[in-house]
């Protein structure tokens, strides 16, 4: 049982999701991380004890836990982009995971979910805090045409939160038909397999001859980007969130000419995790179709292998930390 200073809070650990960049590390092919460490950065939980100093939780109450460890003296700390902190350390990667019984936590990092919130929920308001980041940068997503390359999690998040947030018109695309379907189950309604369609072509038959306000690449892959490039509209928006696996080939030349403009995503802050808990408990996005398979703490690794075995189909696992 963790001990617990005047400013953290002591968590029962509820819910825990698995991620892409943890099975990197289960692989050791994370770029900065290795065993031995302690994983777990998506996160539900119930406060189990406060500190003397902590006064916005109580006992018993739904939390999840925003999973940045920042300097706070940086460029980016003092001027508002603290997810960009020079010193970053995630939870879970550079700094000891959630993945215990019980967890201390800095009341900074601590996010209270609604008491009608589920904890599988919970632990999704992690990777929705990366969708509603990204929509972020693209400014005001209101009444915008939008394409998400890519339906895993965080496209299909990214997806549902364009939608959530004010977006006229959405159009996801993967070569695997199983996370279209879950893409249409979650309320998207133009979901496109571009093995069998053109891409340019379905921007077309869909938003007409002025396309895409933004695209989002949630691939990463040299295909995506050299996609998202050849068929975006002159000057408009492409957001790149996945993580590229090394140095990309993609036409430059194209977007200079076009002057696209290409932005990035990384993480989220404070303000992006309440707004994610406000669209979920808005039911402006669902969650729970996400949700594949729960496994219980002791068979952590079983669930990495099934991850492993049933690769296009399956969305989140999630570890029972109680069970
Ligand atoms: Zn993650
Ligand atoms: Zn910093």
Known sequence: MPKITEN???LKMMKIGICGSDIHVFHGKHPFVTYPLTQGHEVSAEVAAVGSNVKKFRVGQKVTVRPQIVCGECYPCTHGSYNLCEKLKVIGFQATGTASRYFAAEQ???????DEMSFDEGALIEPLAVAVHAIKKARD???KKVVVLG???IGNLVAQTAKGMGAEKVMITDIADWRLKKARECGIDI???????NLGDAILANFGPDKADVIYDCAGTNTSMGQAIKYARKGSTIILIAVFAGPATVDLATLN???LDLGTSMMYLEEDYLDAVKLAQAKKVSLLPLISKNFPFTEYQKAYEFIEESKEKCMKVLIDVQR
Request: aromatic share 0%; net charge negative; charged share 15%.
């Open 8 to 10: 953290q809070v002591l």
């Open 108 to 114: 900074e990092n601590v996010i209270a979910l609604p």
């Open 141 to 143: 997503i209101t009444g």
């Open 151 to 153: 339906a895993g999690p």
């Open 191 to 197: 979901c496109i397999n571009t093995a069998e369609n």
């Open 257 to 259: 000419d076009h002057e």
